[in-house]
């Protein structure tokens, strides 16, 4: 008997399949925003990113990953790649690397054994620059509105530019158009950026606030800048595994008081290291200058990893005046203004601090932003805010705001000029001017680059380039000819002693108050042109090195005086063997014309090379080769020689060209022919020397100044170019001291 109980009934209707089987599930965590942006590296030289995902999926299976890129038809969608094989749990994590592109990507995840399941994340990314900007107001008034009082410029890309900032409150992300620039200083940032990348996309976090230290800021217990709330702006600005490529700062206004132990204080905070290079352990005291110190709870290398992040060290900015100068650090007066004295001497630590061996997280230094307005007018006749970058005009905020993105750009080399700087001098030889140029390009200023009127005279130092002193005094001036600066003395003729300076103090060339505040003369420090986005040109770096300027005059001259009794001069060596060449000169000046006979001025010993003053003016030569065969005897010059008169005489004997060259005061008076071939060279047992024989006759007795002699000759008679063999210049102690010196002592 059958039950139905008992009887399993098929309900699958005709034609139905059995269940599809379980292919497996994956899903991708998205990141915190949309469009956030991944750092490509162009600090340390990359141009890809390592883009961090995790997910779920069946434990065990291999998920693959891939970026989509959804703004140029796929072209830099990158191939898909084993990420991760899920753990146990489900759980799976990995990086994979993306190019920097113009376009937004969205991340893709599959199971490598079933790739028809797929995820999708929610939100896109980009990958291009992650740029942090490090310090106190003058930084701050970019993105502050209620100092932006001018129209923003135009921003051409309303998704490349987004700003996080802060740092003194809740963090915030703002994307730069034009509907919301933040303020015209972003605005002006952004449109830079954009000029000179376009396409590219940019996250810049302002670690700005107003009135800030550095020292307060990595020191707990300091209430000035809570460390904590940078972290947590950075954790912000990075908490979906993005790294800061680029670092950037220009704090000199607080910790500027360091001055020259700038550097030291500082680079601690850098490169956890002192700057004779010993481990500093954090918590630390920092010991800076006579000593000094301050205590640290933290450094940067807590928030960077300096494997992908570089610093940008621009500036030292601008600082002006605030009473009237007498030059760039004092007032009028003399006194010492120890607030700029101070920002030169940190300008030149921050300089030093760069160049030591471990500062390898820092870029090379660019631009020194200093062409642009701080302050505003009272509206009484006076000026006010001098220490902060102008709100009311495109030329201040806006300004800064550019040449902040242009120092950026140029030290990660995403732009390519060559940085102004002074670095070729041209001493005119009578000491009528001094020029100074720059390899970079032709140099120029705000005014001449906008055809503005010139400056005026209203100040003994509104000249047409600012900035100059001559040796600590303001430039009276300077003109631009032809792509250099051209800088005339102040009085009289340069000498030998003088110098020039640029950029000392603030860098502002600024000397009185408020009258160059009201002329606007920052528009005369000098620029260059080289077709950098939104300005008129980068400026020139402040401080030239000290070999770029050298004074290259020749020193005043110090003659010395020789009697009957000496000095004479004698090499304790012969003339090597092989000499073809000798020549000789001197500048000198007769007591009197010899009373009988001949004075000796030059001479190889054994008469194998004698130049003889005789007693009516006349000059007398004779040559022997080194066989002492007489090539040239009794040679009479007329020369016109004189007692109280200075001369400068070269003369020059060729044994291969067959001939001895006279000249005088610049001109060539005599060519004397051999009268023999001679062997074609000087004796190489013989020595050369100067005023006397080798045997004390013959004294000269007057005064020289420089007596000089070369184992080489020229075809024209001149002196060669090449450094001499010998040369004897005065003071009597100098000419008194000279190994070859023998007889009497010059006086």
Not at 262 to 287: C, D, H, N, R, W
């Amino acid at each position: 008997m059958i039950t139905l109980s008992a009887l399993t009934i098929d309900q699958r209707r005709v034609g139905d399949s059995p269940p599809a089987p379980n292919l497996g599930s994956v899903t991708l965590t998205g990141f915190s925003a949309d469009r956030v942006v991944f750092d490509s590296g162009a600090g340390v030289g990359l141009a890809e990113a390592d883009i961090p995902l995790s997910g779920t999926s069946t434990a065990g299976e291999v998920v693959q990953a891939r970026a989509v890129s959804l703004d140029d038809g796929g072209a830099t969608t990158t191939a898909w790649a084993d990420l991760a094989t899920a753990d146990p749990s489900g759980v799976w994590s990995g990086t994979i690397t993306v190019p920097r592109s113009a376009s937004w990507f969205r991340p893709e995840a599959r199971l490598k054994a079933q790739p028809s399941v797929a995820a999708q994340g929610a939100h896109r990314f980009g990958v291009g620059h992650v740029i942090a900007i490090w310090g106190q107001s003058e930084p701050d008034r970019i993105i502050s509105a209620f100092h932006n009082t001018t129209t923003p410029p135009a921003v051409d890309d309303p998704e490349a530019v987004q700003i996080l900032h802060g740092a003194a409150a809740t963090p915030l992300r703002h994307f730069v158009t034009n509907a919301a620039p933040l303020a015209a200083g972003a605005a002006a940032l952004a449109a830079t950026l954009i000029a000179e990348r376009p396409g590219e996309k940019f996250a810049v976090i302002f670690h700005t606030v107003p009135g800030t230290d550095p020292r307060e800021l990595v020191d707990d217990t300091n209430p000035g800048r809570s460390w904590a709330a940078d972290k947590a702006l950075h954790d912000f600005a990075t908490a979906d595994g993005q790294h800061v490529g680029l670092a950037a700062m220009s704090w000199f206004a607080a910790p500027g008081s360091l001055g020259s132990a700038y550097g030291e204080a500082m680079f601690p905070l850098f490169s956890g290291k002192t700057i004779a290079g010993a481990t500093v352990t954090f918590p630390a005291t920092i010991s800076y200058g006579a000593g000094l110190s301050y205590h640290a709870d933290h450094w940067f290398g807590e928030l960077y990893d300096y494997t992908r992040t570089r610093w940008v060290p621009y500036g030292p900015h601008r600082f002006d005046i605030d009473a009237e100068m007498q030059d760039a650090t004092h007032l009028l007066g003399g006194a010492v203004q120890s607030n700029l004295a101070n920002k030169q001497a940190a300008r030149q630590s921050w300089r030093a601090m760069l160049a030591l061996p471990a500062a390898t997280m820092f870029l090379p230094a660019a631009v020194e932003p200093v062409t642009y307005v701080n302050g505003f007018d009272d509206g009484a006749g006076g000026w006010t805010d001098f220490s902060h970058p102008a709100g009311n005009t495109p030329d201040g905020i806006q300004a800064w705001a550019r040449l902040t993105a242009h120092a950026i750009l140029r030290s990660a080399g995403l732009s390519t000029w060559a940085v102004p700087a002074f670095d070729q001098s041209l001493w005119e030889p009578t000491g009528a001017w001094v020029e100074v140029w720059s390899s970079a390009g032709p140099v120029t200023t705000t005014r001449r680059a906008r055809g503005e009127p010139a400056l005026g005279s209203g100040q003994p130092h509104w000249t047409e380039v600012i900035g100059f002193q001559v040796n600590g005094a303001p430039a009276r001036n300077t003109q631009i000819v032809a792509g250099r600066v051209r800088i005339f003395p102040n009085a009289g003729a340069f000498i030998y002693a003088d110098s020039i300076q640029y950029g000392e103090g603030g860098a502002t060339g600024m000397i009185a108050f408020p009258e160059d505040y009201l002329a606007a003369i920052w528009k005369n420090l000098p620029i260059v042109t080289i077709g950098a986005a939104g300005v008129d040109g980068i400026p020139v770096t402040p401080l030239p090195s000290a070999a770029a300027l050298t004074n290259t005059l020749p020193a005043a001259a110090q003659p010395f005086a020789a009697t009957s009794t000496g000095p004479y001069f004698l090499d304790p060596a012969n003339v090597p063997a092989g000499t073809t060449q000798i020549t000789f000169s001197a500048r000198f000046r007769l007591a009197a014309l010899p009373p009988t006979g001949s004075y000796i001025l030059f001479a190889q010993s054994g008469g194998s090379f004698d130049v003889e003053v005789l007693n009516n003016g006349s000059l007398r030569v004779n040559i022997r080769d080194s066989a002492a065969v007489k090539v040239l005897n009794n040679a009479l010059v007329s020369a016109g020689l004189g007692g109280g008169i200075w001369y400068d005489l070269v003369c020059s004997a060729d044994h291969a060209a067959q001939v001895c060259r006279v000249q005088l005061n610049g001109v060539l008076i005599a060519t004397l022919p051999f009268s023999v071939a001679g062997t074609g060279f000087f004796a190489s047992n013989r020595a050369i020397g100067f005023l006397a024989r080798n045997n004390a006759t013959l004294q000269f007795v007057g005064t020289a100044e420089t007596l000089r002699a070369w184992f080489a000759a020229t075809g024209s008679g001149d002196a060669p170019a090449t450094m001499p063999y010998k040369s004897i210049a005065g003071p009597a102690s100098l000419a008194n001291a000279d190994p070859w010196k023998l007889g009497a002592n010059a006086t």
